[in-house]
Structures are given as C-alpha cells and as structure tokens.
C-alpha cells in the first residue's frame, strides 16, 4: 500500500484529502498539533490513517523526526497553513507561519525523506494576484500569473497578509524544488474559495472554514439580517482533493500549478441558490436582491483556468452543487443535535 505523509491533518481541506486517499487504498500518515487531535482523526479516518503530532510547524526541524519514523512514505502533501483574517500581527500570525512551515517540511523531505519522490503543495489563488487585483475588471490571470505583494505591503493589514503569505511560501516551495540535490517533484494546487461538506458530518460546528462560514453565516443572521455581499472564485472542495491525488498521480502534472476554480460566487448567488433548493429555509434567511448576482461578479477580474481543466480531464462541480451539499450538511448536523 503506497503511503501518503500529509501536514495539517485537522483542516477542511486536508481531511477531505485524506478521506479520498483512503477510499482511494492509500495509507495517510497526517500531523496534527496535539495527541488528542490525532486520536479524533484516528476514530474517524479508521486502521489505514496514523497520525504524528508537530506542535509547531515553523522552529527548525519541525517535521525530521515524522519523516525519519516514517522511510514507507513515497509521497508528500504539505497542506498546513493559517487561513484566517483574524490576527493581531500579520507577520507573526501569517506571514512567518507560511514560510517557515514550507520550509521546514521541504527541508526534512529533501533531508531525511529521499524516498519521497512526488510532493504536492496546496497553495491559493492568493499566490496568483492580489485581493485587490482579483476585484478589479479588465485584469486577466491564469496558471503563469504572479502576487507580487512586496513583504512591507504584505504586513499591513490581515488581507494582504493572507495573500502576500500564500505567494512567499509558494515562491519558496518553487525555489527548494529546484535546487540540485532534492530528489522530489512539486505540484502545486492553487484554489479560490472553497466551499462543500466537511469530510464527516461530526465535523460540523457553529463555526466553518473560512470560506464556508459565508454560506453559514446567512444560514444564521436571519430573515432581516444584514450581510456583507462577499464575491470572487468557487470551487467544490471534492474537486479540490480529486486534484490533490491527480496532482501526485499523473507523470503530467509535474512542475505545475493547478488552478482550481470553476467561475465565481457572490453572497446573493448563494442566497438565490438557497432559496430555490431549500423551502424551509425561505422565512429564515435574508432575501437580499435577487438576480443580481450576475452583475455583482461582472466587477470581477477575468480567470482563465483552461490550462488546468484541460490537465485534469474531469468535469468540475457548480457552485449550486457546492452550496446545495454543504447547507444540507449543516441542516442535518443541527437535527441531530436536537
């Protein structure tokens, strides 16, 4: 059985990841912070999954001593990487964290996991252009395009942070690979927002992912509740890990960057989406505009993934699908609480 080390193992993403991985007869070996985030995974994930606890990703040598436990391990996934807006300093809450994590698991792999040989990166669309470059229209990106966020612009204020963090890691990541003596090659997996179903429904909180608690927040502000009309790119979170495995899989998808989206969102995009598939839910959730969704990503810049779909090969989900499955997830982890 080819076994798979993957960082961040608690996350959204990640554990959709594994959770494929394993239905996918791979064996995972996940980091987690602490023993009793490891033994949770281990209940859900089952005999194939086995966890090493890296409390802090980013001091030198972080990750040595789960690589050199683990010589069986012919694969590597780095997902681990703060995704929050919510920080009191954007360089040490942020920035650094993403550097040095790549770093340190990059610098153990080509160290003391010579055996591994494909190591897959998830990156963002936040290394690809800017927050404010992704909101302006008549700008045009694709898999070649760069943020080129400068690190002092970077550090000030938790936007620019997230983005410019996603950008100097990867650049990094790009950077290690190439030197001489590393035996791996990386794919890297860039996605907009990401929105689906946790890996398992005992995952459901009050609180989601970041990019999910814009659908969850107008489940819950109410019929006449404000909110923020959000907008930018989607993609289904099942389309993100089939990437991940397609992205160590394939003899193609070396040395790539993997785009992942398929077109874009608005908070009243979600909203039309939610009222038409869900009655019960029509007196409690704001109405907002209807139908003007089209015109809201119209101010959008223009995204051009071809290149990445083309690699692929497989049809991505709609953002319907990626709202439908998710709200019914959180629906039903509410009735069961009750």
Same mark, same amino acid.
């Given at each position: ?7 961040? *193992?608690?996350?959204?993403?990640? =554990? ?6 394993? /239905? ?44 050199? %436990? ?9 997902? *681990? ?22 770093? =340190? +698991? ?6 003391? $996991?010579? =055996?591994?040989?494909? &190591? ?22 694709? /898999?070649?395009?760069?943020?080129? +966020? ?18 100097? *890691? #990867? ?6 690979? %190439? ?10 997996? @860039? ?9 398992? +429904?005992? #995952? &459901? $909180?009050?609180?989601? @992912? ?9 489940? !819950? ?11 930018? $790119?989607?993609?289904?979170? !099942? ?28 908070? =009243?995009?979600?909203?039309?989406? +939610? ?12 109405? $907002? ?16 993934? /071809? ?14 699908? *990626? ?16």
């Amino acid at each position: 059985m080819v076994s798979v080390f993957i960082t961040g *193992a608690t996350g959204f993403i990640a =554990q959709n990841i594994i959770k494929l991985l394993i /239905e996918n007869k791979y064996s995972v070996v996940g980091t987690v912070r602490t023993i009793s985030k490891g033994k949770r995974l281990t209940e859900l994930f089952g005999k194939d999954f086995q966890y090493e606890v890296v409390p802090d990703i980013q001091v030198e040598g972080a990750f040595d001593e789960a690589i050199k %436990r683990h010589p069986e391990v012919s694969i590597a996934m780095h997902v *681990a990487s703060p995704c929050t807006y919510i920080i009191e300093d954007a360089e040490k809450d942020l920035i650094l964290p993403a550097i040095e994590g790549t770093r =340190q +698991i990059l610098t153990s792999i080509k160290t003391h $996991g010579k =055996q591994i040989t494909r &190591v897959v990166l998830t990156s963002s669309d936040a290394a690809v252009y800017s927050a404010a470059d992704e909101q302006t229209k008549g700008l045009y990106f694709d /898999e070649s395009s760069w943020n080129n +966020i400068s690190r002092e612009d970077a550090a000030k204020d938790p936007v620019s942070a997230y983005y410019g963090a996603k950008a100097f *890691a #990867e650049k990094l990541a790009w950077e290690i690979a %190439r030197q001489d003596e590393v035996n791996f090659v990386l794919t890297v997996v @860039n996605p907009v927002y990401v929105f689906g179903p946790q890996a398992f +429904i005992s #995952e &459901v $909180g009050e609180e989601l @992912n970041e990019s999910n608690e814009i659908i969850n927040q107008l489940l !819950k502000v109410g019929k006449h509740g404000k909110f923020t009309n959000e907008k930018g $790119g989607c993609i289904h979170i !099942k389309d993100i890990a089939k990437a991940h495995v397609a992205a160590f899989e394939r003899e193609d998808t070396k040395n790539r960057r993997l785009l992942m989206s398929n077109g874009y969102f608005s908070s =009243q995009l979600i909203l039309d989406i +939610i009222h038409k598939n869900f009655k019960e839910l029509r007196d409690k959730i704001p109405v $907002g505009t209807p139908g003007s969704g089209p015109m809201d990503i119209s101010t959008l810049a223009t995204v051009n993934n /071809e290149e990445t779909k083309k690699l692929l090969g497989f049809e991505f989900q709609t953002l319907e699908s *990626a709202v439908v499955d998710t709200v019914q997830q959180v629906l039903k982890a509410k009735r069961s609480k009750l």
